[in-house]
Structures are given as structure tokens and as C-alpha cells.
């Protein structure tokens, strides 16, 4: 079946301008989470959506950050005014939700801010 | 300027040799643990996992350990290969929220 999937896979922006970033998790899966990748670094957590609930945004860097779930499935992370410690790779991820289950990620979209 | 460049943990070994990949992880309280594999250009791919309420896991190839004493995860794999070659994360996971290390490089040599 399909994996989770991500959009544009790269994105190259001018500072300042906003930037929406696509991910469909895989069908049925209740959980999707976002993480920023800078270069050579580990991943740092952005935001964590799960079923009905109100999201944990507790990662989110700015008030430039925000994001959406909509329909409990697409999800679009919006970065506002972008700077160039924005650039990284964007990565969306989605499990069941089911207890304790491991998080399946897509390819990422690359973001960089001239 | 500074040039900017990995400064991740590496580790090389050759063809064949058995490799352990250590982990040190922060939350006390985190039940469930996950080994991620990223190759260059792609998201992390699931290893293996284990839950808090064990000390080993074994997978193809792979096997987790768990030491909740010392907070300590490692991964080894048996007979490594150089499609293996990749930056292997540890996760830790409270209340569903992920939270990965640093990341180690893993270079096998033919």
C-alpha cells in the first residue's frame, strides 16, 4: 500500500514570503506528526495530531508555524514569513494510533530559504 | 564563515562484522523505544521497536537491548552489509509524542 506522502519535495522560497507543505498519512492511520531536519542534525519535533484531540504544538518554533489537519487525514504545515533558519527538511509521519506503534515516515520536504 | 558539516557520532566496520549502535535516552517515564534507519535523501525507515516491559527484542538480522537501569538502548546488527551504511536514530516515545537522538553514522566497508 501506499506510504505517507509528502509535498513539493523540494521548495525554494525568498525570505519572507509564507510556504505550505503537504503530507498525506497513510489511510486509516489516526496519528501524524511533523519533525524538522537540519542538516547533519537529529529530527526535532513539531506538532503531534491525534483522532478528535487538540494537538500538541508544544515543538512548534514561532508563531510563524502553524498547522492543519483537515478531515482527520491530509495534514499542511504553513511557515509565515519565512527566514533563513527555516531551511531543513520537513518530515510528516503517521501510525494507527493503536497503543504503542511506530511512526512511518515520508521522504521529507526540502525547504530553502534564499 | 564556519562550514557546516556533520557531527554526528560514526562508526565503521567491515562487511560481515557484527556492529553495535549505542543510545542513550532522557525520559525515565518513556515506555516504548524505536530504532530508525535514514539513507541519504529519505525519510527514516522503522527498524525495530521495543516496549519498556522488556530487556531484548530480536528482528532479522537485528536485535534491541534495553536497559532502563542506565536509561541505554543498542542495536546491533549481525553480519553487516554495506546496504547497512545509513545514520541509524534511537526514539523514545511518552504519551505517543516521539523524541529522537542524535543519530549515528554506521560506514561499512566492502
Known amino acids: 500500500g501506499a506510504g505517507v506522502s509528502q509535498s513539493p519535495s523540494n521548495k525554494v522560497t525568498e525570505k519572507g514570503k509564507d510556504v505550505e507543505l503537504r503530507c498525506d498519512p497513510i489511510?486509516?492511520?489516526?496519528?501524524l506528526y511533523w519533525y524538522r531536519q537540519s542538516l547533519g542534525q537529529g529530527l526535532e519535533f513539531l506538532i503531534y495530531?491525534?483522532?478528535?484531540?487538540?494537538?500538541?504544538k508544544s515543538g512548534l518554533p514561532s508563531d510563524r508555524f502553524s498547522a492543519e489537519r483537515t478531515g482527520g487525514s491530509v495534514s499542511t504545515l504553513t511557515i509565515q514569513r519565512t527566514q533563513q533558519e527555516d531551511s531543513a527538511v520537513y518530515l510528516c509521519a503517521s501510525s494507527s494510533g493503536q497503543g504503542n506503534s511506530p511512526l512511518h515516515f515520508g521522504n521529507g520536504t526540502r525547504l530553502t530559504v534564499t | 564563515g564556519e562550514s557546516v558539516g556533520l557531527h554526528l557520532p560514526t562508526l565503521s566496520v567491515q562487511e560481515g562484522d557484527n556492529s553495535i549502535i549505542n543510545c542513550a535516552y532522557s525520559?525515565?517515564?518513556?515506555?516504548?523505544f524505536i530504532w530508525y534507519k535514514q539513507e541519504s535523501g529519505k525519510g527514516p525507515q522503522f527498524i525495530i521497536d521495543i516496549r519498556s516491559n522488556m530487556d531484548k527484542r530480536q528482528g532479522q538480522r537485528v536485535t534491541v537491548l534495553l536497559n532502563k537501569t542506565v536509561k541505554h538502548l543498542s542495536l546491533q546488527i549481525a553480519a553487516t552489509q554495506p546496504g547497512d551504511s545509513a545514520v541509524y536514530f534511537c526514539?523514545?516515545?511518552?504519551?505517543?509524542?516521539?523524541?529522537f537522538g542524535q543519530g549515528t553514522i554506521l560506514t561499512v566497508h566492502p
Open positions: 489511510s486509516g492511520h489516526t496519528a
Open positions: 526514539a523514545e516515545s511518552y504519551y505517543g509524542k516521539l523524541t
Open positions: 525520559n525515565s517515564a518513556s515506555d516504548y
Open positions: 495530531f491525534q483522532g478528535n484531540s487538540a494537538p500538541d
